[in-house]
């Protein structure tokens, strides 16, 4: 029967030599192909468009390795992609660096690899450098991903917590808690009448309009790990001012409040990969919105609340349903390891 | 006795709140201070001295993770150093993305943090953005490190395998092996009597005098995993020319070869992380091996062999003490796991 056996990964293959080339000649380059890439030297040569640039890095542990709406290929390359998109830049290049352990299924790897091609393809980024390592059995938990990525400063866009001002709206470009509730309920094993999905996707399309046609955008960051109350929390910290949103204006779907409600979590420290929030001048917060209800990522878009003066310690406050207030804490980060 | 028990790492390090906020903040920051990370935001801001760079990345899961000469945090900043320098470059700009797995010795992070902050200081390079995740016990083994790096290449200098020609010579700056058989004899637990110790250096300094003050310096690249048999055999791959070193004129120490030949490795297969091979002009060549051996990291350099015209498929080939020749083969990689 060994030939039904599937092909693994040898730890040979994170050795330099014969295998290490014939993986990457043969399971990576086809998949991302590109011309700074297919040189293969240890660093890629690039010629940007200026010297304005932002660099980030993120890796990506995330389990399940495949999920509703995505996989840790495609999280690998859209989460980088928004790190450069939210500072204010047009992602352009990505470093990709595997750690495989050893028995991994080559067909996953694949499977992994080709998400990872489409969705550069896709937004318009090449892989240019790469490295693979392996390790034992036992010593990582199937392939961990680590992408670096560069962007070309948007001319003029100048983004910082510096340039929040009271009476600024905070936008977001759609509902929360996808990407978050969607893991845990796969990893729980736990089916909900509507299928749940992660929202992950490459959001720099979108911000760049934002930032480009609009003008009066001050700050935006992508909501990942700690949900909106991480990114709001860490707006407010040492700021002279508030953040005071409303309940009633978060999207968020029916069926994840759901599944968060049954599991016994709060939406807004839920992670999501496929959400940014941007803070707005109140002159510019009706056109902003517009362009993000015009593109598909912001199709659920909507202006959720204000930055305030602060009494005191800055605090973010929920205004709730009812007319209620509560502070909205920065999560202590137990809710979902691996969720990215 | 809860008092004597060792602070560990937490899931909830990577979780994105209030403890990874923490981490970086009392951990991290003060040992790799500068004003791009201290903005803390998810991509650093950087305004670049040119528009030609170099990339790349590379993940470090070497074990174990402190060695005779180095340690992971070191490794990671020197690796990634060498492959920005190699292609040309001076590097700039550094990433760091930490993978640590539950448990693990909050002050082992810091002796590695501490070696990193240092090795980069040193090599006036900056860590300028990050990322820690946190994996379950026993999903990874004790702590993974990515770099990505960014260079900007030396004007007028372009090294590439195109350039090379029969006759060129091969330079090397100094004895290979050590770091490969370091880290296989303190894993196996062998003394040697003379203490092996890794050759783990950051090689920019070095390498940008080559390029600036030679002029013939064709192609570099460092020798690492696969040692300096891989390098060789990339550089004549689908080439058509072949490659002749000399066996009496390539630098090992007594001590690596003993340790090699009593474990039945061959030292040309052998890790080195602070040891580069140049392909150099034959009129350059002893400027080169002199500007190399007035440098602390290039004081064992040597002229080991030439470019030489190839009969039929391009070999590299060894020419023995005795005057017979061996081919020196693509190692197939399963030398030495985890060796970076």
Redesign the interface.
Known sequence: MAHDEPQRVL???????????QLIRELILPHLKNEALSSL?????????????????????VKPLFFHGGDIGKLAVCGTIN??A??G?RPV?L?????VEEGFEMGLLERILESIGRTARESHVSI????T????R????GV?I?T?G??I?LPGVNPGLDRIAVGDRILINGTIGDHGMTIISQREGIRFESRLASDCAALADLTCRLFEQAGGVKFM??A???GLA?VLNEMVEGADFGIEIRDTDIPIKPSVQAAADMLGFDVL?I?NEGKFVAVVSPATADACLSICRSHPLGRDAALIGEVVASQGAPLVELRTKIGGKRIVQ?????????IC
């Open positions: 730890l040979a293959h994170g050795g330099g030599g014969q295998l290490t080339s030297g240890d660093s890629a040569c690039l010629e940007l468009a200026s010297t304005s640039i932002c660099l980030t890095t993120d890796s990506y542990v790190d450069l939210v500072a830049s290049a470093t990709l660096s595997l750690i240019v450098t790469g490295d390592k392996t390790v034992e036992g010593s990582a938990d961990f680590n670096a560069i962007g400063r960051r992508d990942t790990r700690g991480a420290n992670a920065m999560p202590y980060g137990r809710e979902l390891p691996r």
